[in-house]
Protein backbone atom coordinates (compact mmCIF):
# COMPACT_ATOMS: atom_id res chain seq x y z
CA UNK A 1 0.00 0.00 0.00
CA UNK A 2 1.28 3.38 -1.06
CA UNK A 3 1.38 5.77 1.87
CA UNK A 4 1.95 9.60 2.56
CA UNK A 5 2.02 11.42 5.73
CA UNK A 6 2.23 15.40 5.33
CA UNK A 7 3.91 17.54 8.03
CA UNK A 8 1.64 20.65 8.43
CA UNK A 9 3.82 23.64 9.34
CA UNK A 10 5.50 27.10 8.77
CA UNK A 11 9.36 28.43 8.39
CA UNK A 12 10.26 29.34 12.12
CA UNK A 13 11.17 33.16 12.17
CA UNK A 14 10.88 35.03 15.56
CA UNK A 15 7.63 36.93 15.97
CA UNK A 16 6.05 34.78 14.19
CA UNK A 17 6.38 31.28 15.86
CA UNK A 18 4.54 29.73 18.76
CA UNK A 19 3.60 33.54 19.53
CA UNK A 20 0.81 32.32 22.45
CA UNK A 21 4.45 31.39 24.50
CA UNK A 22 5.52 34.88 24.15
CA UNK A 23 4.52 35.87 27.71
CA UNK A 24 7.09 33.45 29.15
CA UNK A 25 9.84 32.61 26.05
CA UNK A 26 11.39 35.49 24.39
CA UNK A 27 10.33 35.70 19.97
CA UNK A 28 13.86 33.86 19.44
CA UNK A 29 13.02 31.44 21.49
CA UNK A 30 9.91 30.72 20.08
CA UNK A 31 11.67 30.09 16.91
CA UNK A 32 14.08 27.72 18.08
CA UNK A 33 11.89 25.72 19.85
CA UNK A 34 9.72 25.14 16.46
CA UNK A 35 13.04 24.05 14.27
CA UNK A 36 13.81 21.86 17.86
CA UNK A 37 9.84 20.29 16.86
CA UNK A 38 10.29 19.80 13.38
CA UNK A 39 14.00 17.69 14.08
CA UNK A 40 12.41 15.47 16.32
CA UNK A 41 9.54 14.94 13.85
CA UNK A 42 12.20 14.73 11.26
CA UNK A 43 13.39 11.85 13.09
CA UNK A 44 10.47 10.21 13.30
CA UNK A 45 8.98 10.41 9.99
CA UNK A 46 12.15 8.92 9.26
CA UNK A 47 11.73 5.70 10.70
CA UNK A 48 8.00 5.24 8.51
CA UNK A 49 7.49 3.22 5.96
CA UNK A 50 5.70 6.27 3.77
CA UNK A 51 6.42 8.92 1.74
CA UNK A 52 6.84 12.57 3.25
CA UNK A 53 5.60 15.71 2.14
CA UNK A 54 5.64 19.10 3.63
CA UNK A 55 3.05 21.61 3.41
CA UNK A 56 4.16 25.06 4.75
CA UNK A 57 3.13 28.28 4.65
CA UNK A 58 3.92 30.40 1.53
CA UNK A 59 7.08 31.79 2.64
CA UNK A 60 10.52 33.11 0.50
CA UNK A 61 12.25 31.28 2.55
CA UNK A 62 10.97 28.18 2.85
CA UNK A 63 13.45 26.31 1.26
CA UNK A 64 14.93 26.62 4.57
CA UNK A 65 12.70 23.61 5.77
CA UNK A 66 15.01 21.28 3.46
CA UNK A 67 17.82 21.91 6.33
CA UNK A 68 16.07 19.50 8.14
CA UNK A 69 14.04 17.02 6.87
CA UNK A 70 14.46 13.64 4.45
CA UNK A 71 13.60 13.87 1.17
CA UNK A 72 10.11 14.77 0.59
CA UNK A 73 7.82 16.85 -1.43
CA UNK A 74 7.33 20.50 -0.78
CA UNK A 75 3.83 21.96 -1.03
CA UNK A 76 2.73 25.71 -0.69
CA UNK A 77 -0.36 25.56 1.67
CA UNK A 78 -3.64 27.42 -0.17
CA UNK A 79 -6.96 27.96 1.08
CA UNK A 80 -8.82 30.92 2.70
CA UNK A 81 -8.46 29.16 5.97
CA UNK A 82 -7.39 26.01 7.89
CA UNK A 83 -9.31 23.35 7.03
CA UNK A 84 -9.61 24.32 3.58
CA UNK A 85 -5.29 24.23 3.64
CA UNK A 86 -5.73 21.49 4.97
CA UNK A 87 -7.98 19.75 2.64
CA UNK A 88 -6.04 20.26 -0.28
CA UNK A 89 -3.12 19.43 0.85
CA UNK A 90 -4.23 16.02 1.38
CA UNK A 91 -6.47 16.26 -1.93
CA UNK A 92 -3.22 17.19 -3.69
CA UNK A 93 -1.72 14.48 -2.09
CA UNK A 94 -4.10 11.75 -2.52
CA UNK A 95 -4.20 12.57 -6.58
CA UNK A 96 -0.66 11.75 -6.54
CA UNK A 97 -1.87 7.79 -6.25
CA UNK A 98 -1.29 7.17 -2.76
CA UNK A 99 -3.96 4.91 -1.07
CA UNK A 100 -4.18 6.66 1.80
CA UNK A 101 -2.37 9.98 3.76
CA UNK A 102 -2.25 11.37 6.94
CA UNK A 103 -1.67 14.90 8.41
CA UNK A 104 -0.69 16.34 11.32
CA UNK A 105 0.78 19.55 12.57
CA UNK A 106 3.98 20.44 13.57
CA UNK A 107 3.95 21.21 17.27
CA UNK A 108 3.78 17.44 18.39
CA UNK A 109 7.31 17.00 19.82
CA UNK A 110 5.98 13.90 21.62
CA UNK A 111 4.74 12.43 18.91
CA UNK A 112 6.19 9.01 18.05
CA UNK A 113 6.10 6.24 15.11
CA UNK A 114 3.32 4.61 16.80
CA UNK A 115 1.39 7.48 16.42
CA UNK A 116 1.61 7.84 12.70
CA UNK A 117 1.87 3.84 12.28
CA UNK A 118 -1.77 3.78 14.52
CA UNK A 119 -3.14 6.99 11.80
CA UNK A 120 -2.52 4.42 8.70
CA UNK A 121 -3.88 0.87 10.92
CA UNK A 122 -7.16 2.92 11.88
CA UNK A 123 -7.26 4.05 7.76
CA UNK A 124 -7.48 0.29 7.26
CA UNK A 125 -11.26 -0.25 8.44
CA UNK A 126 -12.36 3.40 8.08
CA UNK A 127 -12.93 5.87 5.84
CA UNK A 128 -11.36 8.40 7.94
CA UNK A 129 -8.96 8.51 10.75
CA UNK A 130 -8.24 11.01 13.52
CA UNK A 131 -5.69 11.41 16.60
CA UNK A 132 -7.61 13.45 19.27
CA UNK A 133 -5.87 16.07 21.76
CA UNK A 134 -6.79 15.95 25.70
CA UNK A 135 -7.46 19.83 25.01
CA UNK A 136 -10.62 18.93 22.58
CA UNK A 137 -8.92 19.28 19.47
CA UNK A 138 -6.87 16.77 16.82
CA UNK A 139 -3.28 16.35 15.98
CA UNK A 140 -3.68 14.09 12.69
CA UNK A 141 -6.84 13.55 10.11
CA UNK A 142 -6.20 11.36 7.41
CA UNK A 143 -8.26 9.56 5.03
CA UNK A 144 -8.04 7.55 1.54
CA UNK A 145 -10.22 9.84 -0.28
CA UNK A 146 -10.54 13.95 -0.46
CA UNK A 147 -13.34 14.82 1.80
CA UNK A 148 -14.12 18.14 1.79
CA UNK A 149 -16.88 18.02 4.39
CA UNK A 150 -14.87 16.94 7.49
CA UNK A 151 -12.71 20.33 7.29
CA UNK A 152 -15.71 22.39 7.23
CA UNK A 153 -16.17 22.83 10.38
CA UNK A 154 -16.43 25.80 12.89
CA UNK A 155 -14.05 26.84 15.71
CA UNK A 156 -10.49 25.47 14.65
CA UNK A 157 -8.52 25.96 17.69
CA UNK A 158 -11.48 25.59 20.04
CA UNK A 159 -12.07 23.10 22.70
CA UNK A 160 -15.21 21.12 20.15
CA UNK A 161 -12.98 20.40 16.90
CA UNK A 162 -12.47 16.78 17.33
CA UNK A 163 -16.12 16.37 18.14
CA UNK A 164 -17.41 18.41 15.45
CA UNK A 165 -15.05 16.94 12.86
CA UNK A 166 -15.83 12.99 13.63
CA UNK A 167 -19.75 14.66 13.83
CA UNK A 168 -18.86 16.02 10.29
CA UNK A 169 -17.63 12.58 8.94
CA UNK A 170 -20.66 11.09 10.09
CA UNK A 171 -23.12 12.97 8.46
CA UNK A 172 -20.91 12.55 5.82
CA UNK A 173 -21.89 9.02 5.72
CA UNK A 174 -17.82 7.83 6.22
CA UNK A 175 -16.44 5.72 9.21
CA UNK A 176 -14.27 7.12 11.22
CA UNK A 177 -11.41 5.53 13.17
CA UNK A 178 -9.27 6.39 16.23
CA UNK A 179 -5.23 6.51 16.41
CA UNK A 180 -3.62 7.18 19.74
CA UNK A 181 -3.83 10.54 21.40
CA UNK A 182 -1.15 12.95 21.67
CA UNK A 183 -0.81 16.47 22.84
CA UNK A 184 0.32 19.33 21.23
CA UNK A 185 2.18 22.60 22.46
CA UNK A 186 0.81 26.05 22.16
CA UNK A 187 0.29 27.34 25.58
CA UNK A 188 2.46 27.84 28.63
CA UNK A 189 0.53 25.06 30.54
CA UNK A 190 1.76 22.64 27.89
CA UNK A 191 5.49 23.72 27.56
CA UNK A 192 5.43 23.36 31.52
CA UNK A 193 4.46 19.92 31.40
CA UNK A 194 7.03 19.32 28.16
CA UNK A 195 9.61 20.58 30.38
CA UNK A 196 8.87 17.23 32.43
CA UNK A 197 8.26 14.83 30.01
CA UNK A 198 10.16 15.48 26.71
CA UNK A 199 12.53 12.34 25.85
CA UNK A 200 15.92 13.52 27.34
CA UNK A 201 18.03 12.71 23.68
CA UNK A 202 15.70 14.17 22.16
CA UNK A 203 16.45 18.06 20.36
CA UNK A 204 13.55 19.55 22.30
CA UNK A 205 14.94 18.40 25.37
CA UNK A 206 18.52 19.76 24.93
CA UNK A 207 17.18 22.68 23.65
CA UNK A 208 15.01 23.36 26.69
CA UNK A 209 18.29 22.91 28.67
CA UNK A 210 20.42 25.12 26.34
CA UNK A 211 17.54 27.94 26.89
CA UNK A 212 17.56 26.97 30.77
CA UNK A 213 13.53 26.88 30.07
CA UNK A 214 11.78 25.30 32.99
Known amino acids: MKQAVICFTRVPKPGITKTRLLP?????Q?????WAFLRDLADVY?????????????????????????????????GKDLGEKMYKAIRKVLDLGYSSVILTGAD???LTKEHLESGFAALESADIAIGPTSDGGYYLIGMKH???EVFQVDGYGGSNVFE????????AGLSVGLALSCDDVDT?????QL????PAHSHTAQYLKQEGIR
Open 24 to 28: VLQPE
Open 195 to 198: TETA
Open 146 to 148: PCR
Open 30 to 34: CAGLH
Open 164 to 171: NTVMAAKN
Open 188 to 192: PEDLK
Open 46 to 78: RQLDAHLFVAYTPDPDWEQLKTVFPPAGYIPQK
Open 108 to 110: LPL
